[in-house]
């Protein structure tokens, strides 16, 4: 990290911790789940988004979060579509034989 | 056959109903076994025996939702009880979490734009690997992303299924993700072939 980039941070650091009304990465990371999830009130929901107005970093993250939500939603979303002949038989006579002794 | 009357010959104690209601949820119902076991036998053995625990309280399903709602829960419940009678697996994850330096700033590397759920292809090797990354979370990790996150359950029916506190299913969600981030950055705002 350049000498710049290092001041960059330690101003931009400085100015979320000293001006009011602003969070932290850190205090942002706490309320990540629930903006994500719609959970976070409006005052916390816009102070939240100050931020990642503001943090390149915050927002890239946010970004990589929501996006790894989605392919993991996304790699099983047609899981529970019906495979013709998928019903294995003798699964099935297992199940109903399972069910009889149960009775 | 319809719902109202399948259940009604299950509460007669028809075996063709039983049988109808075991082919038409059984595909569906090892799916969901599959995710969450990840062992074709031992789901296999699962969603028996959720078909006979169904059929046991079959007297306690009020018709609030449907059958298939009220089955999905309860093979969750059944692979989750299989679960807890083995030991959990670490899975090989870093679970270092998210970064900061000094000056309290977050540490993230610049990469390339991020993609929306839309424009997101799910290639079938993109699929795969994806998959192979839930397996590398510790099993905790993993078991609550695809209880959340996969079969979609809410925060309270998966508090209520794994037998802990809506607090602790939220943290352990957002630390799973978290921690599949890291696993999935190759992927991530990228558009594979």
Known sequence: ?103 | MDEKDLIDGLRRGDEDAFRTLVTTHLPRLRAVALRIVRDAHLAEDCVQEAFVRALRSLDRFRGESLLGTWLHRIVVNACLDELRRRPLTAGDADLAGPAFDGTGCRVEPPGPPMRSPEELVGTERERRQVHAAIDRLPEDYRTVLVLRDIEELSTREAAESLGISEGAVKVRLHRARGALKVLLEPLLGRSTP
């Open chain 1, 1 to 103: 990290m350049t000498r710049r980039t290092t001041l960059a941070r330690r101003v931009k650091g400085a100015m979320m911790r000293l001006v009011p009304g602003m969070l932290t990465c850190g205090q942002l990371e706490d309320f990540l789940y629930a903006y994500v999830e719609g959970e976070l009130p409006r005052a916390a929901r816009m102070r939240f988004d100050l931020h990642i107005a503001l943090c390149r970093e915050c927002h890239d993250y946010l970004a990589r979060y929501r996006e790894t939500v989605a392919l993991s939603r996304r790699a099983f979303d047609d899981a529970d579509a019906p495979v013709p002949g998928s019903v294995p038989d003798d699964l099935v006579e297992a199940i109903v034989r399972a069910a009889r002794t149960e009775e």
